[in-house]
């Protein structure tokens, strides 16, 4: 048993996978690197180390290899020599995983298969295949800009072949050939040049030995030989032989043609577009390739090396390392800019809506950055334009995003605005969070993360903050890498209730259950044998069901069970593994395993969901079409008596928008569509729909139920609908709310529930016009000349208050009781005639016309009573509210509320008012005494 990295335990490993027929063929040596200890591959006899960074040095940069090939080019002779090897060419998956549970971003292209297809769940789409896939990854974030090479989003080209339960397609031998020969023959690499590094690879819950092709110190793909999973962190042998291969779209265009950095080599007019109207100096090109270089070479995770590297670089140049890095900054976020630009292209592109969760955080947390770099260095850029420059740049690779471009701009648009009142009330949160602390005013990460995830406050904007106040901050490094790795993987999905736990236990001997319920939605009754009995009867298994379990959103089917000498009403059904239980109350009498039951549903309820669910399905086709592809269901409910669904979204809906996805949904209704549902095969359906089939979540099937709305919806769905839209009947959305950041809720009612609606707003409206005495027709304008009158009668009062508050004021300065410089004032009221806002306000006004005076003003109600202490300016120097709080709470008067040090407000436990004044006096006497 051995560590092989990041904690996972191996017992054993195949070192015959290293050794490859290319190898002896070739005339490869196997050498081990004198300064990392790996073992490595390589046709060089005199070459002792791997030459990966940081062992070896770029040799490419400044000597391009093949710069007469675009990234275009480089990618579809990738993808032509595995169709001409027999692999089937499969289409780019988005950014977004919606097919997995487990993540929120593709990382990898095998992301795409696993784990339903490396289980060997299902099939893939096609054995062998391949595919270049734009991938995320957040986790080297801070690295972007600075090493030269490192980047947020890339393409990963790959193929791949699945050999289930033995090795059938190919496996190691084949996949570097085929990778030797892409090099040497399809890009012209001079053999010598390429290094095999005999390394390991785990991601996604599979692992496996691989190789690491280095050329010219740059590595450019990864050959993984996948047949382990990881289980709490050790490792276990797989079934299953997959080749997961990734070559780097963007590493082999770098290396090919010799750029300073892979950022120049991407996005080279773009840098100097920007250059020029940041109006920074151009760089010497022998500079940026030096810079390159050396990130390679040396661990900038570390910041004393990374000071000693750029120390090193400023002294060859003539530079002091202040005035080096001034120099290097604003290219490093310029390079920066420009690939979180391209990240947010894909991930905004393929439908993310910024929000504080989920994928949404991770888009929101790459948003802000940009926006964060532009504001510290006050930059005349435009994030919206530089996203839109991206698509630009990038329409023949991916004209898909030309079609999202102008909603693009408007997250961004919405996004930047938002970022801008965040820093604006930041900083005052900053203030209070840090500066507002008794003792010690240290900022700790937890603080930094707390202020960055709950009011989004970036730690940058914290240091500048209070660097004014005299407080400094260390900021971590890698703040944003962690950050992003908090947030990279999907939270785990709330186990299920422990006595459903405990049943999986009782139920594992059972058969499945067959069911009807699909076969046959409009039986309503059916004869099953019981074939368990748990909880005194509370829950029944039968051999075969009518009842459909809760599932998908939707409440399960309600009913009878009716036997020999026993009845009982079925309140829940659900689905565990295979078995249906059914969960009954007010038996009369027992059942038996064994006895036969006729099992009756409530056919009304049943179809009051199947309307709502279908409904469900027409609502969030109206949704998509009237907003855009960035609306995906983030949640569903139907009952018997309304539907609610959850939609994503980057803004709050209108009115007008509601109003037109209500006329949209009806309309489809009125039209009588057919409502389809049919079986097909997973890879089918997702070639031909897309992965929208998963609205309604992930489907670990091999066969997927489809539900079609003719021409307007289509899912992966395992309800029951109705057999046409018209069925529906009235849809009408009757609230709409904003439930999280990025997420609105749309709730309606449907069919008779629908019409009931509407008859009980006509009869509100008939009622407020018999009240108001004017035709239904011409309420609106009544409501507003009275709210209209309301306003003006408002305005009287609180004028009328304000004199009032004057002359309280008055009366009560006149009446203090004078105590050294000060006075102190105390007033009870009873009853209603002041609300504690009232002497909140006569209480501020004393503070602030007379700084040499203390109010305490209350209302003597039961069971609390409220008060509001108010402290002149000229007071604080003796006694704080704060001080008043901890008196008061020695003599055992507890106070429920808050405040600052110039007032306190909140109740008072129930005591002698006399009593109150009393110690309250004593306490400031003693105060002011000791000041």
Same mark, same amino acid.
């Given at each position: =048993?051995?560590?092989?990295?990041?904690?996972?335990?191996?017992?054993?490993?195949?070192?015959?996978?290293?050794?490859?027929?290319?190898?002896?063929?070739?005339?490869?040596? #196997? /050498?081990? *690197?004198?300064? *990392?200890?790996?073992?490595?591959w390589t046709l060089d006899p005199e070459q002792d180390v791997c030459t990966d960074q940081p062992c070896g040095e770029y040799t490419f940069i400044g000597h391009p290899l093949n710069p007469s090939l675009s990234l275009s080019h480089i990618r579809e002779k990738f993808l032509q020599f595995?169709?001409?090897? &027999?692999?089937?060419?499969?289409? $780019?998956?988005?950014?977004?995983?919606?097919?997995?549970?487990?993540?929120?971003?593709?990382?990898?292209?095998?992301?795409?298969? +696993?784990?339903?297809?490396?289980? &060997?769940?299902?099939?893939?789409?096609?054995?062998?295949?391949?595919?270049?896939?734009? *991938?995320?990854?957040?986790?080297d974030i801070e690295k972007v800009g600075r090493t030269g090479r490192h980047l947020t989003t890339f393409e990963m080209m790959a193929h791949h072949a699945f050999n289930f339960g033995k090795i059938s397609t190919y496996w190691n031998n084949e996949t570097v050939r085929y990778s030797y020969e892409f090099f040497t023959r399809e890009l012209g690499i001079p053999r010598e040049e390429i290094t095999y590094i005999e390394d390991w690879w785990s991601g996604g819950g599979n692992a496996g030995e691989d190789f690491e092709v280095i050329i010219k110190g740059l590595e450019v793909a990864t050959l993984v030989f996948m047949h382990y999973k990881v289980i709490d962190n050790k490792i276990h042998p797989m079934r299953n032989y997959i080749v997961d291969t990734g070559y780097g779209l963007e590493r082999i265009f770098w290396l090919l043609t010799g750029a300073p950095t892979v950022y120049d080599a991407l996005f080279g007019d773009l840098v100097e577009v920007l250059r020029k109207k940041a109006g920074v100096e151009k760089l010497e090109k022998k500079m940026l390739e030096d810079i390159s270089k050396y990130a390679g070479k040396f661990d900038i995770d570390i910041p004393e090396i990374e000071r000693e590297v750029k120390t090193k670089l400023a002294s060859k140049y003539g530079y002091e390392l202040e005035e080096f890095e001034n120099?290097?900054?604003?290219?490093?976020?310029?390079?920066?800019?420009?690939?979180? @630009?391209?990240a947010l292209m894909f991930m905004l592109g393929d439908g993310i809506v910024p929000s504080n969760s989920g994928e949404g955080y991770l888009a929101r947390l790459v948003i802000r950055r940009c926006l964060k770099d532009i504001l510290l260095l006050d930059l005349p850029f435009d994030l919206v334009h530089i996203v839109d420059l991206q698509i630009e740049k990038w329409r023949r690779d991916f004209p898909e995003y030309l079609e999202v471009r102008d909603v693009v701009a408007e997250i961004l648009s919405i996004e930047a605005e938002k970022f801008k009142r965040l820093i604006e009330r930041g900083k005052l949160v900053v203030k209070r969070k840090v500066l507002g602390r008794r003792g010690k005013r240290a900022v700790s990460y937890d603080d930094l993360v707390e202020l960055y995830d709950s009011h989004g406050i970036p730690p940058e904007i914290v240091r500048e903050t209070l660097s004014r106040e005299g407080v400094v901050i260390d900021i971590p490094e890698d703040f944003y890498s962690r950050l992003a790795k908090r947030h990279e993987t999907a939270i785990t999905v709330p186990r299920e209730e422990k006595w459903l736990e405990n049943l999986k236990e009782k139920l594992k001997e059972l058969p499945p259950t067959e069911t009807t319920y699909y076969e046959l939605p409009e039986e309503t009754e059916l004869k099953a044998k019981i074939l368990k009995v748990l909880d005194g009867g509370r829950i029944v298994v039968l051999d075969k069901t009518i009842f459909y379990p809760e599932g998908g959103g939707a409440e399960s089917d309600r009913g009878l069970l009716r036997g020999e000498n026993f009845e009982a009403r079925v309140v829940d059904v659900k689905k565990i593994n295979n078995v249906i239980i059914h969960i009954c109350e007010n038996q009369r009498g027992k059942p038996y395993e064994g006895s036969e039951v006729t099992c009756v549903i409530d056919q009304a309820r049943r179809r009051a969901i199947m309307r709502a669910h279908t409904a469900t399905h027409v609502v969030l086709g109206a949704a998509r079409k009237l907003l855009g592809k960035h609306v995906w269901q983030a949640g569903a409910h139907k009952s018997e008596d309304r539907g609610r669904l959850d939609i994503t979204f980057y803004r709050r809906l209108s009115e007008k928008d509601i109003l037109e996805i209500e006329r949209e949904t009806n309309r489809v209704v009125l039209e009588n569509r057919e409502v389809n549902i049919y079986y097909m095969d997973r890879n089918k359906a997702e070639q031909k729909y897309g992965f929208v089939l998963y609205q309604g979540g992930v489907v670990p099937e091999k066969v997927l139920r489809i539900v079609e709305v003719d021409g307007w919806d289509v899912e992966a769905c395992g309800g029951l609908h109705c057999t046409r839209t018209g069925e529906i009947g009235l849809v009408?959305?009757? #609230?709409?709310?904003?439930?999280q950041d990025g997420v609105e809720r749309l709730e309606f009612v449907v069919g008779e529930a629908a019409v009931k609606y509407i008859q009980d707003m006509d009869i509100k409206l008939r009622n407020l016009s018999r009240i108001l005495s004017?035709?239904?027709? /011409?309420?609106? @304008? /009544?409501? +507003?000349?009275?709210?209209?009158?309301?306003?003006?009668?408002?305005?009287?009062?609180?004028?009328?208050?304000?004199?009032?508050? @004057? =002359?309280?004021?008055?009366s009560l300065v006149n009446q203090a009781e004078k105590l050294g410089p000060f #006075?102190?004032?105390?007033?009870?009221?009873? &009853?209603? #005639?002041?609300?504690?806002?009232?002497l909140r306000e006569i209480a501020f006004k004393i503070r602030d016309q007379y700084g040499n005076t203390i109010a305490f003003l209350y209302n003597d109600k039961l069971p609390m009573a409220e008060f509001i202490v108010a402290l002149g300016e000229?007071?604080?120097?003796?006694?704080?509210?704060?001080?008043? $709080?901890?008196?008061?709470?020695?003599?055992?008067?507890?106070?429920?509320?808050?405040?600052?040090?110039?007032?306190? +407000? &909140?109740?008072?436990?129930? =005591?002698?008012?006399?009593?109150?004044?009393?110690?309250?006096?004593a306490v400031l006497r003693n105060c002011l005494e000791k000041g």
């Open positions: =048993m051995r560590e092989i990295g990041g904690g996972l335990i191996l017992e054993g490993s195949k070192r015959g996978l290293y050794e490859i027929e290319l190898f002896k063929e070739e005339g490869f040596i #196997r /050498k081990k *690197c004198i300064k *990392c200890g790996r073992y490595f595995f169709e001409r090897h &027999g692999h089937v060419r499969v289409k $780019r998956y988005p950014v977004v995983a919606r097919w997995r549970e487990d993540v929120y971003l593709v990382g990898a292209s095998i992301y795409d298969f +696993q784990p339903w297809v490396t289980e &060997g769940i299902v099939p893939p789409p096609a054995n062998p295949l391949t595919i270049s896939q734009p *991938c995320i990854r957040l986790t120099l290097l900054r604003p290219y490093e976020v310029i390079y920066r800019l420009l690939d979180h @630009a391209r009408k959305i009757v #609230r709409s709310e904003r439930i004017v035709d239904t027709e /011409k309420l609106d @304008a /009544k409501v +507003q000349e009275l709210v209209s009158e309301i306003k003006a009668l408002r305005e009287k009062v609180s004028e009328l208050k304000g004199e009032l508050v @004057a =002359m309280e004021v008055e #006075r102190i004032i105390v007033k009870q009221y009873n &009853g209603d #005639r002041y609300s504690l806002e009232d000229e007071v604080l120097s003796s006694i704080t509210a704060d001080i008043i $709080r901890e008196k008061l709470t020695e003599r055992s008067i507890r106070v429920v509320g808050g405040g600052r040090r110039h007032f306190l +407000q &909140g109740r008072l436990a129930p =005591m002698a008012p006399k009593k109150i004044v009393e110690i309250l006096i």
